[in-house]
């Protein structure tokens, strides 16, 4: 009776042991999370930031937040998810009502996250004169667990999928 407890013990702890070092494992786009950004200041002209967690080995979750600065600080918002192989991926996103969409690409190497517009689609439902396009430089190297949107409420990664950001 001891032996099977004692055996039954240590196969409890070798199954948590090795879930637990599933959970651990790097994922192959955590080389891309942190805290990206471009511009000085609102006053000075556009600013903006990316935040980026990797969310599996394929694609990455990111909260885009840019103004256009002064005098007339328009805001654009995004958090959404993007596939992301060998540092690039397309963003493409359409509302029914939008002629042509939303379409960008992103480069991701070493610390610097670039977006591109593509085809003329700038339909990304941000402020007027609101651009992404830039060279988003990493300010911060660690994964970020929350982005702050634009309310200043705390939106946590792990908990709110982009597609259950707004419900």
Known sequence: MKHHFLTG???A???LGLAQTKNNQALKTDKYSGIY????SVEKGPVGS???????????LFFIDICRGAPSYNLGQRYSRLKIENGKGIYFSKYDFDEKGCKWQ????????????????YECGFGGNVI????????????????????GHKIFFSKTSPENYLK
């Open 9 to 11: 013990l240590l196969i």
């Open 13 to 15: 702890f070798a199954i």
């Open 37 to 40: 950004s471009f511009g000085e």
């Open 50 to 60: 990316v935040t980026v967690f990797a969310e599996t080995d394929t694609s990455i």
């Open 106 to 121: 992103v480069t991701i190497d070493d610390n610097t996250l670039t977006i591109k517009t593509l085809e003329d689609c």
């Open 132 to 151: 992404v396009d830039n060279k988003f430089i990493r300010k911060d190297l660690t994964k970020p667990e929350f982005f702050t949107d634009g309310h």
